[in-house]
């Protein structure tokens, strides 16, 4: 039960060394910078910077990074209440009601709800993670490769609730994903393959490049399409931390939205949205006051910050326990892990304790500096996002470019990038979900290995598959959660748009 | 930029609606993407193998189909709803689409521009150099996006490309190439000469 505790402590002299001090110092501030951008969330600011973590020491690149996502999560509301504008999707619901609280002057009350459910729930999250990650990781030590390809089946249906509301199209981008895994090397054979004759195939595409091309550069180019001229909108609002009676009320929305967010975070596939969108409607029930949700419900924001922020730690769970990553930002996470060399897997935990530490201070580190700054941070935030977007966009399309080029210094590479971007651009527009396909390119070579290997070990038996125990229970999971997947996320789509249309 | 950003009160005729259009030219696309590879690996003869139950063919085979058959799915659907229905200019909704900001003049053509320009501008990085490239890159896209200040646009432009250059090739030793510059660079003895 307490075993997480070692793990736990150790990351705390971590954020004394100086140079992860450093480094979750940045994070905090990137992920604060790109959170507040409409539009640009903590997947963005992966890929931005993915290329840089490779220059740095594996714990100090997991801190920065889980920096990031802890700032970017606190930092997509503010917009979200002063202007209406949720920096990212999870944000949605503080958009409606905390931008609802700001025209009637609350802005301080909505901006200290914020802060506190926030603060609150990463924390609490923090310890969650650890509690639920290492008897998972442990149950693992059982696996062989028909078991892993069914985990990695499990991943493969985090798809379907990535799909949205058009369920070909979701499949297709999966389709797509494999097919970025299929191109060029064989993992079993070690053959080449389907390299169409060009000489820098033959060691397959390469998937970082392709993963920030798809997640990244794609949402770039989408917000090309417009032309920005925000920077005339004067906003002036007031900010008083309000007295603690005014926030009583908030303790169980707040450990609701902890809860929710965790869990539903580490169903792979879910991540932050649905995350916030389900602990809103969660609060919502639970509340006195239910007519106030919409029109300006602190309960509403806190549950949604909470549930937003803790869905920070529950991601890590399927990423770090399994190697399935449950989101884009967490493709990209296991991207930068498989760069230094680390093989993300049932395995990872044991073989990198101090890896999981450093993860887990930097999730701390973000959330102790957001304690301390966060408060003050809402008016420069603001002042930001009113900068012109313009150069924004441009600038980071050109950073994005540069950092790729990084990697290797090949050409290929970038062109692979914006190859990448642009079909994510056009799947963005017409209702193919580029993560579905990122998160398949991540796992496309896996899966074709352990279903390969499997079949191998079991001499060509398919029906192995499903007698031996675990693989049975695993795909029997998988089948439930790609249920509870349609439906949840058919449910979900129609909530929020009838939320965002009244 | 006049010609991008049409009026839309000017721009409300019934009739196919050229997003419909698209949407279909894209599941073309990704259906003959699909083709493509299913039949590569129909093709491609089997390599000797003696554990290998399944080879390397199949799974891109059927990876290649999967993507094929749901394309033609999606080809067939929405042709058909685009026979049988007509939708007012600008109503056609695409369920999942990542929508615009309300408010905001937007422009498929600007997107597609701003691609090729950065597709472009990278192409010729080893003749013109990343300097002068990323710098023309920025300022043409800047304009592009509406960016009305000169000052702005060429200050971005010069800004990003030496903070880029300072960081990259002096201090972090990845050489983004140089293109015709890097003999003024190699004289003055800031990067190595031919690496």
Known sequence: MFDFMPIFLDSLPMLFDPTIALLILAGYLVGMIVGALPGLGP??????????????????????LLSISAAAMYSNSVPAILMGVPGSTAAVMTAIDGYALHRQGKSGLALAVQFVAAAIGQLISIFFFLLLVIPLARLAYYFLAPELFAVFMVGMVAVVSLTGRNLSKGFIAAGIGLAIGVIGFDPVGTTVRLDYGIYALRQGIPVAPA???????????????QAFGWKDSAVEFDMKFPKYSALKRLWYPIMSGTVVGTLVGALPGAGGTPAALIAYQQAQIASKTPEEFGNGSIEGIAANEAAQNASNSGELIPTIGFGLPGSGSMALLLGALAAQGFAPGPRFISNNPQLVSGLVAGLLGGTILMVITGWYMSKALLKLVLLNRSAVIILAMGITIVGVYSLQARLFDVVVCIICGIVGYLMLRYGYPPAAAALTAVLSSDIEKNFRVGLNLTRGSYLAFVTRPYTAMILGVALLLAFW?????????????????? | VPGIDKDPATDERPGIDKDQVTDIVVA?????????????????????????????????LLVGAGIAILG??????????????????????????????????ASGLRAGIV???????????????????????????????????????IGSAVGYTVVMFVMFTLLLGVALPLGFTEPIFVRFGLVDAIR
């Open chain 1, 485 to 502: 997947g349609i439906r949840g996320q058919v449910k979900l789509s129609r909530q929020a748009r009838t939320k965002v249309a009244a």
């Open chain 1, 211 to 225: 993963l920030i091309g798809l997640l990244a550069l794609s949402e770039l180019i989408r917000q090309s399409r």
């Open chain 2, 115 to 153: 691609s090729a320009l950065l597709f472009g501008h990278v192409l010729l990085w080893e003749t013109l150099g990343f300097l002068l490239s990323s710098m023309l890159f920025v300022i043409v896209s800047m304009r592009l996006m509406k960016e009305s200040s000169w000052k702005l646009t």
């Open chain 2, 72 to 105: 033609i799915f999606v080809i067939v659907k929405q042709v058909y709803l685009a026979v049988t229905k007509t939708f007012q200019k600008g109503s056609f909704e695409i369920p999942g689409q990542a929508g615009d900001e309300p408010d905001v003049p």
């Open chain 1, 43 to 64: 997947t963005l600011a992966f890929g931005l910077v993915l290329p840089f973590t490779f220059l740095m020491e594996p714990i100090g690149a997991v801190a920065f």
């Open chain 2, 28 to 60: 073309v696309v990704f259906t003959a993407l699909g083709l493509l590879i299913a039949v590569t690996a129909w093709r491609t003869p089997e390599p000797f193998r003696s554990v290998d139950v399944l080879g390397p063919n199949r799974f891109p």
